[in-house]
């Protein structure tokens, strides 16, 4: 029988995944649910005849949900009985900072990614609490900075299945670039990489400072290339991509992935952030028993947690305390007080809700200030 997905969120990341999904085989019905129900009811009639146009007859239906509303959360999923659950749900998208005039978008976001993670956090804890009082059994996937919020998540014995996207983002460059300088078909190319979210500008841009740590190695035919490709020049050779929303297929063909192997008999190797809980991201085998780190032959999982744990201070998270309390970089979270009146150095899981409202506030009052375009922050 084929599965039914629920799609929690469909708006640019979500509306992309949606649509990607609607051009697929192998699922079953496609629930997909937003707390903007005009929003949702028009990306759900776009990926309908969107798909019946490309010849693909999708079974989609949208079904209104808010996140914060933990009873309507449990009552939905108890209704609908999604056999994967997908979540793409924030309370503020990741390049917002992009809309501000070039000097305070360069400010702000040498705060890093992690001190956004109140605005992040708030609506997987949402989400993992409701599924845990409906008693859900089915396998969850979490969008939103999983490499830390599903850490986080962890210490609650909340974490979802696996996070998306990320790692298994940098992945497909590394194939492709090893097998242009072989010579090879990238099929025959097998890459392991332990790595955490922090890297990935490392990989697509050109920031300053130290690289986070991470671990490689590259196959072609099961025989070790890592040194004789210069696989470390390849990880972090140029390789320009867009900005902004467009980079959302990157992420969205990595999840349809993930969502694939979790319906699919035996075991899929691929590459993802958070698996059940654990920091960072990591090689992993997927399939409908769940998501489980990949062995890696002469290097530990130990060891593999070790790199993703020290790459949180890269995100300008300090530590995450056994509580699930966050701790920022100093230095990180002075960013936000100097430019927003933003005083966070700690977040305790019970705070993280107020602190996103004050900091979406915050920020949305300092981007009219500064002439960003305020349809857009408001939106």
């Known amino acids: 029988m084929k599965p039914t997905i629920m799609l929690i969120g469909v708006g640019d990341l979500g509306g992309v995944i949606l649509e990607l999904l609607a051009r697929e085989e192998w699922p079953g019905r496609i629930v997909a649910a937003d707390r903007n129900a005009r929003r949702g009811t028009e990306r759900c009639n776009l990926a309908r005849i969107g798909a019946l146009a490309q010849g693909h007859h999708a079974e989609i239906v949208f079904v209104p949900l808010d996140l914060m509303e933990a009873e309507a959360v449990a009552e939905t999923v108890e209704r609908e009985r999604p056999d994967l659950i997908i979540s793409t749900a924030s309370l503020m998208t990741w390049w917002f900072p992009d809309l501000l005039p070039e000097r305070q978008a360069k400010r702000i976001k040498s705060a890093g990614f992690g001190v956004w993670l109140p605005v992040h ?3 997987s804890l949402k989400l993992m609490e409701a599924l845990y009082d409906a008693r859900y ?13 599903n ?7 909340l974490a979802p299945t696996c996070g998306v996207g990320n790692l298994d983002e940098i992945v497909p460059k590394v194939r492709l670039l090893t097998a242009a300088r072989l ?4 099929e025959e190319v097998k890459v392991t990489l332990v790595a955490h979210h922090a890297l990935e500008p490392y990989v697509f841009g050109k920031p300053a400072g130290d690289v986070p740590p991470y671990f490689l190695r590259v196959e072609h035919d099961g025989r070790d290339v890592t040194a004789s490709v210069r696989a470390t020049e390849l990880l972090l050779a140029p390789y320009d ?5 467009v980079t959302h297929f990157l992420t969205a063909g990595s999840s349809v992935r993930l969502l694939r192997a979790l319906a699919t008999e035996g075991e899929t190797y691929m590459h993802a952030p958070a698996p059940n809980g654990l920091p960072g991201g990591y090689p992993v085998l997927a399939g409908r028993e769940g998501v489980r780190p990949a062995p890696i032959p002469g290097f530990s999982l130990d060891e593999a947690v070790a790199i993703n744990t020290r790459s949180h201070r890269f995100d300008g998270i300090e530590r995450i305390e056994s509580d699930g309390t966050a701790v920022f970089v100093g230095e990180r979270a002075a960013v936000l007080k100097d430019e ?3 005083d966070c150095e700690r977040l305790p899981i019970a705070d993280a809700e107020a ?6 506030a915050r920020f949305k009052e300092y981007a009219s200030r500064h002439g960003a375009d305020s349809q857009r922050v408001q939106a």
Request: proline share 10%.
């Open 241 to 245: 991509l867009p900005s902004g929303p």
């Open 183 to 186: 010579g090879v078909a990238v």
């Open 151 to 157: 850490a986080i998540l962890g210490k609650l014995h």
């Open 340 to 342: 927003l009146g933003y």
């Open 355 to 360: 602190r996103a409202e004050e900091l979406i």
């Open 137 to 149: 059994t089915g396998h969850v996937l979490t969008a939103p900075f999983p490499d830390v919020v």
């Open 121 to 123: 956090l708030t609506l």
